[in-house]
């Protein structure tokens, strides 16, 4: 019997300001600290919060990592299988 799979991983895409950000990040710790923070709302897409808005669309949320000092708004598409980022803050 083939070993069983872990839990689906949702793709990760990164908005044009989240790309620009994710350039500046220079240090192996900040990197390290972001993808793990990346990895848990990969695996689990409803980790973050709901952030309150008036606006129409899809849920923006926030993920904060407090022990690896990471923040993360992104909202996760329709089918749950791409999560976007919007904004990084390491």
Same mark, same amino acid.
């Given at each position: 019997m083939p +070993?069983?799979?872990g839990p689906r991983r =949702?793709? &990760?895409?990164?908005s $044009? *300001? =989240?790309a620009k950000q994710l350039e500046t990040l220079t240090s192996e710790a900040? #990197?390290?600290a972001l993808d793990r923070a990346l990895v848990v709302i *990969?695996? $689990? +897409?409803d980790a973050g919060a709901p952030v309150p808005d008036a606006?129409?669309? +899809?849920? #923006?949320r926030e993920y904060t990592d407090d022990v690896e000092a990471v923040r993360i708004l992104y909202f996760v598409?329709? #089918?749950?299988?791409?999560? &976007?980022v919007a904004? &990084?803050?390491?």
């Open positions: +070993p069983g799979h =949702a793709r &990760i895409a990164f $044009d *300001s =989240a900040e #990197l390290h *990969s695996v $689990d +897409p606006a129409t669309g +899809p849920q #923006l598409t329709a #089918l749950r299988t791409v999560v &976007i904004y &990084i803050e390491v």
